[in-house]
């Protein structure tokens, strides 16, 4: 049985796919030269909050928008082989990796896998058993500080061996409240080129 949400998405492709005209003509490289690191978050579209159409710029996602090895690797690709030479570090205010830290994470997996509660203030469990500790081992990537977290991404990608020093890495937070970005000076002074 198909669920719902299966035949939603399929719908929408085939709308979508009726009018794809001339988007198979786009080229493999972005347009626009540049890529976005930003977070999952289903509030945050960055075509929309940067102006972008199909085949402009590369667009990264994670939860949190965090600098890890896999965002890296991705930045390094769109610039080595796909031209791009100018990246954005975009976090956003109201991020649920603020509600939570490593151990918190860990904890709620290690006692069960099912998705947990939370109150606003705690995270809990409706069930209990049939976890994994393999939490414990991974790093989660949470954030204390939205401003803090941006800084230390850009300059974790800034640092990176294989991250040219010609190409800046500019860092903001989107406002999920009004809909704008706001830099980050601090990460942006981190990642200009040398």
Same mark, same amino acid.
């Given at each position: ?14 709308? =979508? ?10 080229? $493999? ?32 996602? !994670? ?5 890890? #090895? #896999?965002?890296?690797?991705? @930045? ?28 918190? $994470?860990?904890? @709620?997996?290690?006692? !069960? @896998?099912?998705?947990? *509660?939370?109150?606003?203030? *705690?995270?809990?469990?409706?069930r209990h058993g049939g976890g994994c500790a393999a939490g414990h081992f991974i790093k989660w990537y949470t954030i204390k500080s939205q401003e803090e977290s941006v800084l ?19 860092? =903001?937070?989107? #406002? ?14 981190a990642g200009r080129a040398a």
């Amino acid at each position: 049985m198909t669920s719902k949400i299966v035949g939603e998405v399929t719908s929408a492709n085939s709308q =979508y796919a009726a009018t794809f005209g001339d988007k198979s003509k786009l080229a $493999m490289p972005p347009a626009r030269r540049f890529a976005i690191l930003t977070c999952m978050d289903a509030r945050l579209d960055p075509a929309k909050y940067a102006g972008l159409s199909e085949g402009d710029a590369h667009v990264i996602r !994670n939860a949190g928008g965090r600098a890890t #090895d #896999d965002a890296i690797r991705s @930045l390094v690709i769109s610039h080595k082989l796909l031209a791009t030479n100018e990246w954005f570090v975009i976090h956003h205010s109201d991020c649920g990796m603020e509600l939570f830290c490593d151990e918190v $994470m860990a904890d @709620l997996l290690d006692d !069960n @896998l099912s998705t947990a *509660n939370f109150d606003g203030k *705690n995270w809990s469990n409706p069930r209990h058993g049939g976890g994994c500790a393999a939490g414990h081992f991974i790093k989660w990537y949470t954030i204390k500080s939205q401003e803090e977290s941006v800084l230390q991404d850009v300059q974790r990608i800034r640092q990176h061996p294989l991250v040219p020093r010609d190409v800046p890495i500019y860092g =903001y937070i989107f #406002d999920v409240k009004t809909g704008r970005i706001n830099e980050v000076a601090k990460a942006t002074q981190a990642g200009r080129a040398a």
